[in-house]
Each structure stands twice: as C-alpha cells, then as structure tokens.
C-alpha cells in the first residue's frame, strides 16, 4: 500500500505471521493521531482518551496519540472550532452527548448539532441514583414512597446545570410522576462532599461516582439494559417499569471535511479499540459501559439521540426566551 495514503495496514513483513491469525487485519494510521480533547485533564473524557492511547499504542507501535487540550464553555470551545482542524483522517475531537444537542438548543454556542460530524461512540457512564449510606431509604420503592409523600422536599444533586444529570433528574421525576429538586453542584467534587454529607438527599449521577464511593453511598437504580456486574444487587429502571438506559456518551468526531473513506477507517479502528481486552478491562474497572457505535449505525442512533434529548431540553426548558 502506498504511503501516500492517509492509512496502511500494521504489521508487514514479520508481524505478517502473527496477524494471519486474526480475521481482521489491525488498520494504523500513518501519522501520529491528534486527539482533541474538549475538556480539560482528569475528568473521565481525559482517562477515556488515555485508554485508547494506552491499547493504540499497543497494537500500532510506530503511531503517537497526541493528546491536546482545548477546554471552555463546557466543550463549546473545541467543537465550534472542530471544522477547522485538518481534515486528514488523524485529527480527531472527543464529543459528548447529550451535550452537543443540548448546547445549541440552549442557543449560547456558535455551533449547531448537523456542525459535528461523530464517527464512533464508544462508552456511556451509565445514570445511576443515589442516597447517602446513613439515609433511611433503601430502596427504589422507598424513593418513591418518600418523593410522593411529600413533593418537592427530596433534593437530589448532580453536576450542572443543563447538563447530563440535570436531564436525568427531570426524566426520573417525569417518568415516575413524582416532584424533587436538584442542586446543581459545580463538578463531582462539590457534589460528592454533599451528599456524603447528607447536605442533600441523593444524586443523579453516573455509575463511576458509585463504584468510587461504593462503601459510603446505597445505589437504587441505575440506567443500563442489565444490572451492573460491580453491583448486582442494584436493578435498573427498566426492571422498575420504564425503558431507560442512558448517561453520558462519549466518543470521536472529526472535521466535516473528512472523507468518508477516512471516517470509515476511523470508526473500524476505534472498534478495534474497544474490541481489545485490555480495554475492557479498562472501562469494567472505571465504570465506563462499552458501546460500539459506528459510523454504518451513526445517523439511526443520533437521529434516536436527538429526539430523546430534544425532549429533555424541553423539560429542562431550554430555547424558552
């Protein structure tokens, strides 16, 4: 394959033998990936990216991950800049839903959803409700018992404010016909010191905060299609009756002026990724539920995406003047 191509297949020569065993063979790029980062270190779109740089690194030796940063307004500055990044098939964005949707209904960013062309979406953190270890409900029954008994007295905090948690609280509150409040918090920081201690009721939040907090904090329900193997005891919303599974998704996008040859060939490699033990290993520890969303799946699930947080814009009141 010609090296003036934007990709070529790893593995020539020696490493020949070892890949005719697989029934693929591994796709490298030819540069050094450029890996834009709309958030800024430490946060889990930073430990996402350095996972992938970990197993990429792994599998195409001769190729760097650049990890780079350009973080503001919430992600809003790297996405309204992301169309002019080259588009080379090496310069690829971290994206987040429901924050793409979201922003620009919001109508404060100077991008729009169709602006971002994703390529592959490969975790959520999974919503997941929780109450102090020391609060008398135990159970989701309890919850709800709690919630109806007296309206608008449970307070639940979360990250944000028109933010992923903000949506879940207002769609727990929707889908099971009950009234509390969320408090905003201005990061998991923040958040977590108040509900250890027991400054609010609960928090909508993600299975990470649960896992880290795993002996101070009692999970009621999370959102996934199965419950969680770190904690098997916890059911989901869809056991409780509604068909929630949902969090924070995370993935790549790249400047619309990529081809579509080069989407492709990233979309394959990021599955790859994911695909690699190691990975799974990774994202199991962490919290992070694997998702393999291509770009032969894209338009379907972000036409389901956005209609489902379209509608939790709504809730949230957002574009209202």
């Not at 970990?54 to 809003?76: D, F, P, R, S």
């Not at 928090?203 to 904690?231: C, D, G, S």
């Not at 979309?267 to 962490?286: H, V």
Request: aromatic fraction near 10%.
């Amino acid at each position: 394959m010609s090296l003036q191509f934007s990709w070529r297949v790893w593995g020539a020569g020696l490493a020949a033998a070892v890949l005719s065993t697989l029934a693929w063979a591994q796709p490298c790029p030819d540069k050094n990936v450029q890996y834009w980062q709309a958030f800024p270190p430490g946060g889990e779109s930073d430990l996402s990216a350095r996972h992938q740089q970990l197993v990429l690194k792994k599998k195409c030796a001769a190729i760097e991950t650049i990890v780079q940063y350009k973080a503001g307004a919430g992600g809003a500055l790297m996405w309204t800049q992301m169309n002019a990044l080259p588009a080379d098939g090496v310069n690829v964005v971290g994206i987040n839903l429901p924050h793409i949707v979201f922003q620009p209904i919001e109508g404060q960013v100077q991008y729009k959803t169709a602006d971002v062309t994703p390529v592959y979406w490969f975790h959520y953190t999974p919503d997941i409700l929780v109450v102090p270890l020391a609060s008398p409900i135990k159970t989701f029954a309890d919850f709800l018992v709690a919630a109806k008994k007296d309206p608008g007295k449970l307070s639940l905090g979360g990250s944000g404010l028109n933010s992923a948690n903000h949506a879940a609280h207002e769609r727990l509150n929707a889908a099971f016909n009950i009234k509390t409040i969320y408090i905003p918090f201005k990061g998991t920081g923040d958040m977590t010191t108040a509900v250890l201690g027991s400054q609010v009721d609960g928090a909508m939040t993600y299975t990470p905060f649960a896992i880290a907090n795993k002996a101070r904090v009692r999970p009621l329900a999370v959102a996934m299609e199965q419950r969680h193997a770190l904690m098997p005891d916890v059911p989901t919303f869809k056991e409780l009756g509604v068909n929630w599974v949902d969090g924070a998704y995370r993935g790549i996008g790249v400047p619309k002026a990529t081809t579509p040859e080069q989407r492709k060939r990233l979309s394959e490699l990021w599955a790859n990724l994911n695909n690699d033990p190691e990975m799974k290993e990774l994202a199991a520890k962490n919290g992070f539920e694997l998702v393999n969303i291509g770009v032969d799946q894209m338009d379907a699930f972000m036409k389901e995406r956005t209609e489902i947080y379209t509608e939790g814009a709504a809730r949230l009141g957002l574009g209202k003047k």
